[in-house]
């Protein structure tokens, strides 16, 4: 299909009316439905939706409904002859194992936007909310490389950074970046209320390093028991590490080991600082290009093994072979890392090769 196209949102709380937002800022048609009464109707009136209802017409379908109602909506639309041929479907969960096991479609293809606001539902919606953040998509053996491509192509023009992880690696690591992150602010910042509360002055002397970290906690609590519930061992194994290193922590002060808490704060600040680094220019990319079967399973396979290895993918491009069973996948990474991919596909049995971009032809 050429894009833009039309597009369909269930759920148009604060993702799925950000999502349409920015569809249509895009030129997209953009319908959508929502379960709460009032909800979709007010997207519209906040240039989210061009229409409230379903559009059987629609090439792409967003499911960004709490993790516990989406597996329904998505089986019923890849179950149904009423749909378009080919919709490419997709979710906005921060839990995906259990959702892309039940979901064994071509034309799915599991998502995770790593973005958010401090306020909630549709009236927090922004058609930037998306720009510079980072999207996951966990394609599978099965997925539809055309489907896939279509997806990041989409999200790439939203200003998302988009990155392929395996399913199950995902929930490893959203654990680690977000739930467990969000459940130490909510901690935190209950800790501190209830102390304001024999303390009056406590919260007005909160300073920028408290309210950064706390920041999260006024986000959406209603989708939390649900994320828990899908992702609860990870998230309690990441809890786990958090307690042990926090005592750890403990005893560093309590025993006034000033060595050893130079050292971590060390590490800290020089990991964090590793987040702000700028995207490369231009002239600092390069393009791979890497024969695959024309099958699914491959552009998966590559994808995943690009973010395993910490290469951010800039662009993707399927080349599909007029004869026989093969196509080129066209990847355009930084330079720097270029050498790393190329080695380890090799490594995998792929024949890849690069050129500087602006110079193929």
């Known amino acids: 299909m050429r894009l833009p196209g039309r597009a369909m949102i269930f759920g148009t709380g604060l993702m799925g009316a950000s999502i349409g937002m920015a569809l249509r800022e895009r030129g997209w048609q953009v319908g959508g439905v929502d379960t709460a009464d009032g909800v979709a109707a007010r997207a519209v009136e906040l240039g989210a939706l061009n229409d409230e209802g379903i559009d059987h ?11 516990h109602a989406a597996p329904q909506i998505i089986a019923g639309i890849m179950g149904s002859t009423d749909w ?37 539902g ?3 919606a922004s058609g930037d909310l998306f720009v510079g953040a980072t999207w996951v998509l966990t394609p ?13 192509s ?67 609590p209603s989708i939390w028991p649900d994320i828990c519930d899908d992702n609860a061992e990870a998230i309690v194994s990441t809890l786990d590490l958090l ?21 971590i ?7 964090r600082r590793t987040l702000s680094e700028r995207a490369p220019q231009p002239e600092e990319l390069v393009e791979v290009r890497i024969p695959v079967p024309d099958r699914t399973g491959a552009i998966a396979e590559v994808t995943v093994l690009a973010a395993e290895l910490g290469i951010n993918i800039v662009d993707l491009e399927i080349a599909h072979s007029v004869e026989g069973d ?36």
Request: net charge negative; no cysteine; hydrophobic share 50%.
């Open 84 to 120: 378009k041929p080919g919709v490419v479907v997709t979710d906005v969960g921060s839990v995906k194992g259990p959702l892309v096991s039940a979901i064994d479609h071509p034309s799915f293809v599991g998502g995770h936007p790593m973005a958010g606001s401090e306020q909630v």
């Open 57 to 67: 017409r629609a090439d792409l379908v967003v499911v960004a409904t709490p993790v």
């Open 243 to 263: 307690i042990d290193a926090l005592g750890a922590m403990r005893r560093r002060v309590a025993e006034r080991d000033h060595e050893s808490l130079l050292e």
């Open 326 to 361: 093969r196509g080129v996948l066209v990847l355009v990474v930084d330079t720097l890392s270029a050498p790393t991919l190329l080695a380890t596909l090799s490594d995998r049995g792929y024949r890849a090769s690069s050129t500087p971009v602006g110079t193929s032809g």
């Open 154 to 220: 989409v999200l790439a023009d939203l200003g998302a950074n988009v990155v392929a992880l395996d399913p199950a690696r995902h929930d490893a690591l959203v654990a680690v970046v977000s739930h467990v992150p969000h459940l130490t602010a909510a901690t935190l910042m209950d800790l501190a209320a209830g102390m304001g509360q024999e303390h009056a002055a406590l919260l007005q002397l909160a300073a920028g390093g408290f309210r950064d970290m706390t920041r999260i906690a006024a986000g959406q």
């Open 122 to 124: 549709v009236e927090g």
């Open 265 to 271: 704060l060390g590490r800290a600040a020089s990991a």
């Open 140 to 152: 599978t053996e099965v997925t539809d490389p055309a489907a896939y491509a279509l997806l990041r």
